[in-house]
């Protein structure tokens, strides 16, 4: 039976909380090269960077932070997805990122990730986002089934994060 979660946008003030998350998962990951954890400046890069990303939560019935997605809209930065698969300038002006994915060991086989993902790509509707984009390491099968059971394909593998290798995934919405 499917446990029921809360899933909404992020405040700032789950922020902390958000990344705390993200380094449990990170620091009990067997192979953490699957796992690029970002730094807390870039947690709180994305979320304040007004309109441009939004933070996703997942909480269980008795409050606790289950997971967490952070998407963001890098327009013309380098971390563009766009850039690794040939995107023009104004395709790359319509990719959001499915950055960072990260979901509680206690509370995974209950689909969060596709359920995160599927609330982000609703919340994007109709902003002008046309490319959802995200990496997945491929030696990551439990994520990689999720992002491709929500409809997105593999467009290229190739190193990222300093040297860890990533498919490159995309969805049109």
Partial sequence: MEQDYCLRRAE??????????????YELLPDQDVFAVENMDEVWFHAQLAGTGFGVTARARDGALAGILIVCVPGDREDNLGYDV????????????????????????????????????????????????CTVSPHNPPSLKSVQANGYQILCTKEKYGGHLRHVLMKEI
Avoid: C, N, W
């Avoid at 902390?16 to 449990?24: D, G």
């Avoid at 994915?101 to 596709?114: Q, S």
């Fill in 86 to 133: 040939g995107f023009s300038q104004e395709q790359r002006a319509r990719v959001a990122l499915m950055d960072t994915a990260a979901v509680a060991p206690e509370h995974r086989g209950h689909g969060l990730e596709k359920r995160m993902l599927r609330f982000a790509e609703e919340e994007l509707r109709g902003t002008g986002i046309r490319y959802l984009m």
């Fill in 12 to 25: 700032l003030d789950e922020i902390p909380a958000m990344y705390a998350l993200m380094r449990r998962v």
